[in-house]
């Protein structure tokens, strides 16, 4: 029981990590390495992380169910067991997101990265004119920007940590709702062959 729960943390895990890997990729190139205009950029963010949130509950569903059917009917797939396996699946994937994240900013370029983000909050400033806030907003963009670039670049660690801290979160949640659907009562009337 414990070695196939495991085998199936490590498996979906690993793909849902892959997969979310691809959304933390295209969210970062979006953002700060692509030359498009902010209202496109926008839009593209935002239909990218609704498809992939939508792909991450899916995922996660599935795999718990899986699992879940997977098991003995007799012992059954309790919603604290449901719960684990999600929170476990969540916790692997945010460490691959985080390796992930980190190998392709690296490749690209940490400079290049902070000054994609700081020309993207740039792109802002005659949004924050129209709200009459420009002058706050350069100023804090001006602050902003100082510390980012004189800021080292987060370690593999420093990038997992907050990977899986987002995941945690995000799959603990997700994990609550989707632990009561996959769950399993025992059956104790089935006779052993």
């Known amino acids: 029981m414990n070695r196939g729960f495991w085998t199936d943390v490590l498996r979906s895990g690993a793909m849902l990590g892959v997969v979310m890997s691809l959304s933390s990729i295209v969210e970062r190139y979006i953002m700060a390495y692509s030359d498009l205009s902010i209202s496109t950029m926008s839009l593209l963010y935002f ?3 609704i498809a992939f949130i939508a792909l991450f509950i899916w995922m996660l ?5 899986r699992r879940a059917e997977g098991c003995d009917p007799r012992q059954g797939f309790g919603y604290a067991q449901a719960l684990s396996y999600v929170l476990m699946v969540s916790i692997l994937t945010g460490v691959v997101v985080g ?7 690296s490749a690209m370029g ?7 983000m700081v020309a993207r909050m740039g792109e802002m400033t005659p949004y924050m004119a129209s709200m009459d806030m420009e002058k706050e907003y350069v100023e804090m963009l001006g602050h902003t920007a100082k510390e980012l670039r004189g800021a080292e670049q987060p370690t593999i ?4 940590l ?11 949640f997700v994990g609550l709702i989707i632990a009561a659907f996959v769950r399993r009562e025992p059956n104790i009337f089935i006779q052993e062959d």
Request: charged share 15%; aromatic share 16%.
């Open 47 to 49: 239909v990218e992380w």
């Open 61 to 65: 569903y599935r795999s718990a169910r």
């Open 99 to 105: 390796v992930v994240t980190t190998i392709f900013i």
């Open 110 to 116: 940490y400079e290049a990265y902070i000054d994609g």
């Open 157 to 160: 660690l420093d990038n997992v």
């Open 162 to 172: 907050a990977s899986v801290n987002n995941y945690i979160i995000g799959g603990g």
